[in-house]
């Protein structure tokens, strides 16, 4: 049962908090969530997490604190316990939500697609109606490139069409835009921003909070700085006969900071009540297209390091190449990812090697 004295840290009871300036994070904990609490804090935010530390650990909130020098109050709270996420509602007066509380993992989703659409779908209901109930207007949802799968003309924007989503994970992701675009058109206390990553990588230049997968990684970034902690054997590319300069896929890694800060523009946004529809799209990316072995040889060079690797086959579902037009992001938030590739895989190192202990 919730109980937020005993499971959580109340540490700003009876403090009036400003509810334009106030944000609720679902999945705060989490490594997006983290990284954003904090920027929404240097912004001027306040912020409230909650999260079920299903795939986080409380660890990330003491960072959060220690980088801002701020309090966050945080609440352990399942979004799916309607009863509970209801109390933080009656709690805390916010007008924004950002919401993150999410399973992620591609693989574990085909095998367990009941475990996605309950969990995924449940929570992110949950949230728009307790947001229509409580009048809270502002919705960020984190969505995700996935939602294009194999374009035909790259790169991307948001007017491409999404594809079939390939995995029960997709499903969930072009679902919840769904939902929120219906709600928003349909109920008038709601605005819902959806930010479309690409490939977040990368840690807070202090490495006080970064990525923590559980068990072996599915990502290239998490896989390679665990490779070069020794913790994984040989690194496998996944196929180098694709239809690429070099043969191996291309994406668009976005450094975490930077994607941080990109929330903070959306929520700048529905704050001011510049939003021209109800619900709006942005791509999250940097534009550049990167390869598996570019990514690869600049991480040996920023870090002075040698990467063992092999080519292995292709792994199923993955597409060749994709990568965001960033132009919307840039000229209607006004804003653009700043850090090099370089800084950014560096800044994983430094963190793999703070929790590693190397
Ligand atoms: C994956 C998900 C995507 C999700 C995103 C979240 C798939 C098919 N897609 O994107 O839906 O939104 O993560 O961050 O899982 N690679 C290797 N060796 C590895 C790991 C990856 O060569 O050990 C390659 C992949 O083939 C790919 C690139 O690295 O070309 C990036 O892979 P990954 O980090 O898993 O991201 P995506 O597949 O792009």
């Not at 980088?67 to 509602?89: H, S, Y």
């Not at 559980?214 to 070069?228: D, E, H, I, K, Y």
Request: hydrophobic residues 40%; charged residues 25%; glycine residues 6%.
């Amino acid at each position: 049962m919730y109980s937020p004295e005993k499971d959580g840290e109340v540490l700003l009871k009876g403090i009036k908090m400003d509810r334009k300036k106030t944000v609720l994070v679902s999945g705060g904990a989490g490594y997006i969530g983290s990284h954003t609490s904090v920027e929404l804090i240097n912004a001027g935010y306040d912020v409230v997490v909650i999260d079920n530390l299903s795939n986080s650990e409380k660890d990330s909130i003491e960072g959060i604190k220690r980088i801002t020098g701020k309090n966050v109050p945080f609440e352990i709270v399942d979004t799916c316990d309607q009863e509970a996420l209801k109390k933080v509602f009656e709690k805390y007066e916010f007008d924004s939500v950002i919401h993150f509380a999410a399973y992620k993992a591609v693989g574990e989703s085909m095998a367990e697609p009941l475990k996605y659409y309950t969990n995924n779908l449940i929570s992110f209901m949950n949230i728009v109606e307790m947001m229509k109930k409580y009048n809270r207007p502002n919705i960020l949802f984190s969505s995700s490139a996935t939602v294009y799968g194999e374009a035909e003309i790259l790169p991307v924007t948001e007017e491409t069409p999404r594809q079939a989503p390939t995995s029960p994970y997709g499903n969930t992701k072009q679902m919840s835009e769904d939902i929120l675009r219906d709600c928003c058109r349909a109920y008038a206390v709601l605005h819902g921003i959806a930010l479309r990553y690409f490939n977040p990588i990368g840690a807070h230049p202090s490495a006080l909070i970064g990525e923590l997968p559980r068990g072996v990684p599915n990502n290239l970034v998490p896989f390679v700085t665990q490779t070069a902690a020794g913790i994984r054997e040989c690194l496998s590319v996944f196929g180098n006969d694709y239809d690429t300069p070099d043969g191996t896929c291309l994406r668009d890694y976005i450094d975490i900071v930077d994607l941080a800060k990109a929330h903070v523009a959306a929520v700048n946004r529905m704050v001011a009540g510049k939003m021209e529809d109800k619900y709006e799209i942005f791509n999250i990316g940097t534009g550049n297209p990167v390869s598996v072995l570019e990514l690869l040889t600049t991480f040996e060079e920023v870090n002075q390091l040698k990467l063992p690797y092999k080519i292995v086959e292709r792994r199923p579902g993955d597409v060749t190449a994709v990568w965001a037009d960033t132009a919307k992001a840039n000229n209607i938030l006004g804003w653009k990812a700043e850090r090099t590739l370089g800084e950014t895989l560096k800044s994983a190192w430094e963190w793999e090697k703070r929790i590693r202990k190397i």
